[in-house]
Structures are given as structure tokens and as C-alpha cells.
């Protein structure tokens, strides 16, 4: 019987190394990562993190938008996108408690070509002089020139592994996630997982319920792993309750942010409900309906809307306050978890 061993890209040693200057285009083989000590801060303590100066709480700002003003229905935008130039939206909250945990020591983590996730953890890696691996979804991409959202990750200082599709979804069996950190050398790692989803991540985003407070009768966000849902609901005071659009087709994720909130709280936390309607054909799809509504929020506010999440969580908003589902009287705050890229 022959071994059943995870399928890495290439020759099973073959990364891609941050060594890029811009405009360089990968080549086959192994290039070395130049790592940067960003000024001197190159530990994963308390310290660390506060000299990258997160603006935190971040900025609560109402919108006048007649649509849901005619419905009696009052918006607000929380501004997560503006905690950090490059640690954007609930990638901060969800990333610094994992990175305290790392104490200087390898992050893996895992994501699919346009990841954000693996985006910020690049930059974090970067900004704290701290080595990062990312696992990604594709083995067919290993021959292929860097996206523009791999480049940024190689540029940040990460190593990119590519992985056949099967391994990956068994990348949380513990026989596969061992072969593949011997793989890239980091058996002592600390591992995220995909999106950034953990109970540390979990308990970093009870801030974001708290911050809101009682300014918001309902506090909504787009969805991806759940973790951010799962700890904004947590923080919310009573009578405040949390709502989640998921951008992925399936109808899996209250399950998932359950466990989430068991592994971080020990059991179900805060009042949170899900509409599975609005993911417009799945993860980064999009239609020509959301697209023309996102166009229009842009020219109304002067706000750039990042099309993944936020323009999908804009979008049901608005669909859900001209469905009738809020009281009037109900104020509404948007979480806007980041902007768009590049």
C-alpha cells in the first residue's frame, strides 16, 4: 500500500520566497525572503503592537441616506477600515492577539489567490519583523506570475506555499497540517486558520460590540469564517443585537460560529442572527446589481466599497430596511471591515 502523503506544489520543496522588487515576476525555484526589522520592533509583545498606533476605537460616523431615512431607518458607518493603513478593518482585531500569542516565533496561515487575510498577515509579518508562511489553495497557481494580492503578500516578506485543492480542505487534520509545517520548516509555529478565525481572534473582536455599545440598536457585518460575528455579538450590551451576511453560499456558517463562541467564551454569547440571502453567487462573485448599487453608495458618500464584503453588507441592509424588517426608529451600524484592493 503506497502512503496517501499531501500533493505540494512543484517538486514538494518548491516556495515562493519574498524577495521581489516591484514589477518582478516570479520564477520557478526558491527565492529568500528579505526580512526587515521595521525600525527596531522586531518581538510580538503588547509593546510591539501598540507602537503600530491602531486607531482604536475606530471612527462611528452617520450617513444621511434617504432610502432608509424614508423607512425611519438611521445608518451608521463604523470605520474599521480606518484602524490601520494596512492592517485593515477586523484583520487587526482578529490578527493582534494571535501575533502577541506568536512571541516571535513563525505564523502560518492559510487562504485562498485574493485573500485578505493573507494580506494583512504579510504586512503584520513585515511591520513586526516577524516570518510568515501562507498556505495557499491551488496548486495549479505554483507555475503561474503572482496575482497582484500574492505579489503584495511576497513583497511583505511571506512565504507562499501552493497545495492541491484535497489537501487543503484536510489542512486542519492534524496528520496534514504536521507534514506540511515539516515541509516549510516552522514545526514550531503558530497557526492560524484560514481567515483568521480562532478563539483568540474570537475574544479580540468582543472589542468591536463593546465600542459600539449602546449607540446601535443593531450592529451588522459581512461574514466570511464567523470569528467576527461570533465576538462582536459577545460584546454587544443586552437589547443590542448583532446580524451577519455571509458572502459564501452553503448555509454552514451558525455552526461554525457556535463552536467559535463555545471554544472562546465556553458557550453561546450575545443575541446574532444570519440572512444567507445575499452572498450574490458566493465568495469574491459578483452581479451587475451589486455592482451598480456599490457605484451609487460611492457617489452618494464618498466612500470607496470594497466589493467581497462591504458592498454585499450595504446591500442587504437596504434590501432588508425596504423589506420592512427593522422598526422604525431602529439605527443600524454598518461595520465596514475593510476597503477595496489594490
Known amino acids: 500500500m503506497t502512503e496517501d502523503r499531501p500533493k505540494w506544489s512543484g517538486t514538494g520543496r518548491r516556495e515562493a520566497f519574498a524577495a521581489a522588487e516591484p514589477g518582478d515576476r516570479r520564477t520557478r525555484g526558491v527565492r529568500r525572503a528579505r526580512w526587515r526589522d521595521n525600525g527596531g520592533v522586531t518581538g510580538t509583545d503588547t509593546r510591539d503592537l501598540a507602537a503600530l498606533r491602531p486607531r482604536l476605537p475606530s471612527p462611528l460616523r452617520e450617513v444621511a441616506d434617504g432610502r432608509f431615512e424614508r423607512h425611519g431607518v438611521r ?135 463593546e ?12 461574514c466570511g469564517t464567523g470569528g467576527t460575528l461570533a465576538g462582536l455579538a459577545a460584546g454587544l450590551p443586552p437589547g443590542r443585537r448583532a446580524l451577519g451576511i455571509p458572502v459564501l453560499k ?29 452572498h450574490h453567487g458566493g465568495y469574491a462573485r459578483t452581479t451587475p446589481g451589486l455592482d451598480a448599487f456599490a457605484e451609487d453608495f460611492e457617489q452618494r458618500h464618498g466612500l470607496a466599497v470594497e466589493r467581497v464584503y462591504v458592498a454585499k453588507l450595504l446591500y442587504a441592509l437596504l434590501a432588508l430596511t425596504e423589506e420592512g424588517a427593522f422598526p422604525r426608529g431602529t439605527t443600524l451600524a454598518a461595520v465596514v471591515t475593510g476597503r477595496p484592493f489594490p
Open 75 to 209: 445608518l451608521l458607518l463604523k470605520r474599521d477600515d480606518l484602524i490601520h493603513p494596512e492592517l485593515v478593518g477586523n484583520k487587526w482585531r482578529k490578527l493582534a492577539p494571535n501575533l502577541a500569542a506568536a512571541d516571535g516565533r513563525t505564523v502560518v496561515t492559510f487562504g485562498g489567490a485574493y485573500s485578505n487575510h493573507l494580506r494583512a498577515t504579510a504586512a503584520a509579518g513585515r511591520l513586526l519583523g516577524l516570518p510568515t508562511v501562507g498556505v495557499v489553495r491551488g496548486q495549479e497557481l505554483a507555475d503561474l506570475p503572482l496575482n497582484p494580492s500574492l505579489a503584495r503578500c511576497a513583497a511583505d516578506g511571506m512565504r507562499l506555499r501552493f497545495v492541491d485543492r484535497s489537501t487543503y480542505r484536510r489542512k486542519a487534520e492534524p496528520e496534514t497540517l504536521a507534514a506540511l509545517l515539516r515541509a516549510v520548516e516552522a514545526e514550531d509555529a503558530v497557526v492560524v486558520p484560514e481567515g483568521g478565525s480562532n478563539a483568540r481572534a474570537v475574544r479580540g473582536c468582543r472589542a468591536l460590540g
Open 211 to 222: 465600542e459600539l455599545g449602546e449607540h446601535a440598536d443593531v450592529a451588522a457585518l459581512a
Open 250 to 278: 452553503g448555509g454552514f456558517l451558525e455552526d461554525d460560529i457556535r463552536r467559535l463562541q463555545q471554544r472562546a467564551f465556553g458557550g453561546h454569547r450575545g443575541t446574532w442572527s444570519l440572512d444567507d440571502r445575499f
